[in-house]
T-cell receptor
Framework: DAGVTQSPTHLIKTRGQQVTLRCSPK?????VSWYQQALGQGPQFIFQ???????QRGNFPDRFSGHQFPNYSSELNVNALLLGDSALYLC???????????FGQGTRLTVV | LAKTTQPISMDSYEGQEVNITCSHN???????ITWYQQFPSQGPRFIIQ???TKVTNEVASLFIPADRKSSTLSLPRVSLSDTAVYYC????????????FGSGTRLQVQP
């Protein structure tokens, strides 16, 4: 079992650009959540997908959007990147009402 | 969601027992207490979850007093590899609810 896999592991983008991050959930999991973790802070919830729809959203602007595919994998898109978007982006998967979430290793995004 | 308070950092030595206490005065009836561990440049990892009294697994123990206003994560005989950030989360984590992390406790284990 490969667990939760994220790609790419590291990424450098310029202000104003757009970025897409990818996540494959743990085998058998149907729910994917995305988190942003700034340096020295705890992860902050961005949004959650299941049944291919956004179900919950944290306090993030519309520049952050996502998608879930029929195979449960997911993408996080960020438009018009700001320097403040530099962070570790974490994907977590879970199954149904099970409360245990499994996290990937994250994508380190640097905006210059 | 109940606000949590935990120490910013702790130091220990290999072989010692480490207890990290989390305060959550406003815990609600339906709230569970969950602890996650995070190593640098990795995602958090679920350690343990409980509702009341004591829960033990192969990694840690979780002690919750009767009033549930605090909880203590106990790590027996820590090693250098236990150096990490430990997060206490309190919430009604049923039905696919989002996790709310605080700043965590940075545990440094010395040889």
């Amino acid at each position: 079992d490969a667990g939760v896999t994220q790609s790419p592991t590291h990424l450098i983008k310029t202000r104003g650009q757009q970025v897409t991050l990818r996540c494959s959930p743990k085998s058998g999991h149907d729910t994917v959540s995305w988190y942003q973790q700034a340096l020295g802070q705890g992860p902050q919830f961005i949004f959650q997908y299941y049944e291919e729809e956004e179900r919950q959203r944290g306090n993030f602007p519309d520049r952050f959007s996502g998608h879930q595919f029929p195979n449960y994998s997911s993408e996080l898109n960020v438009n018009a990147l700001l320097l403040g978007d530099s962070a570790l982006y974490l994907c977590a998967s879970s199954l149904g009402m099970n409360t245990e979430a499994f996290f990937g290793q994250g994508t380190r995004l640097t905006v210059v | 969601l109940a606000k949590t308070t935990q120490p910013i950092s702790m130091d220990s030595y290999e072989g010692q027992e480490v207890n990290i206490t989390c305060s959550h005065n406003n815990i609600a009836t339906n709230d569970y207490i969950t602890w996650y561990q995070q190593f640098p440049s990795q995602g958090p990892r679920f350690i343990i979850q409980g509702y009341k009294t004591k829960v033990t697994n192969e990694v840690a123990s979780l002690f919750i007093p009767a009033d549930r206003k605090s909880s203590t994560l106990s790590l027996p005989r820590v090693s250098l590899s236990d150096t990490a950030v430990y997060y206490c989360l309190v919430g009604d984590y049923t039905g696919r609810r989002a996790l709310t992390f605080g700043s965590g406790t940075r545990l440094q284990v010395q040889p």
